[in-house]
């Protein structure tokens, strides 16, 4: 014989359900907030950013922090490359807005006004040097961006600048591979 389940039984299995569902829209409302404002993961792709980021590496990105204020020399970006808005880059910026980027004989040279800056690029292997001649200015919204594996890579000094707007947010930590996790920050010029 079967048994019919009372008013109160009902009662108390639609409330379990209603808890359960309640739960599952909270956790997946603060997913949704946390990856869509403030954190993302990401997968690198290719070698242009070695020795920093490897192929398959998965970094997060904070996407908080230009909302706050502007990018800073050094910090490994992820933005929207400017020819393919559906394609994003990793890349560390070199130019800031308003500045002149300048390179021969395989050094960076920065002129900010009467300032001249040399880059110090510890994060590069020993005797890393340019190729190209460059010579452009940064307008208002403009970086230049660069990888880290100078021969190999696409960036500023093959497409041009990489536009404020454009920009997704910070590489601040590496979470795989495990034995490779580190915290980044930008390096000291």
Known sequence: MKRLMKKPEIKQFLFGIWEIVEIVVVALATVFLIRTFLFQPFLVSGASMEPTFSDGNYIIIDEITYRFRDPIRGEVIVFRY???KSSFFIKR???LPGER???RDGDVKIY???EVLTLDETYLPENTKITENI???LKEDEYFVMGDNRY???DSRNWGAVKKEDIIGIARLR???IEN???FNPPAY
């Open 93 to 95: 910026v070199v130019g």
């Open 101 to 103: 980027i300048v390179s």
């Open 82 to 84: 400017p020819l393919d």
């Open 135 to 137: 010579d452009t200015t």
């Open 152 to 154: 190999h890579s696409y």
């Open 112 to 114: 900010k006004g009467e």
């Open 181 to 183: 996790v580190k915290i």
């Open 175 to 177: 979470v795989f591979p």
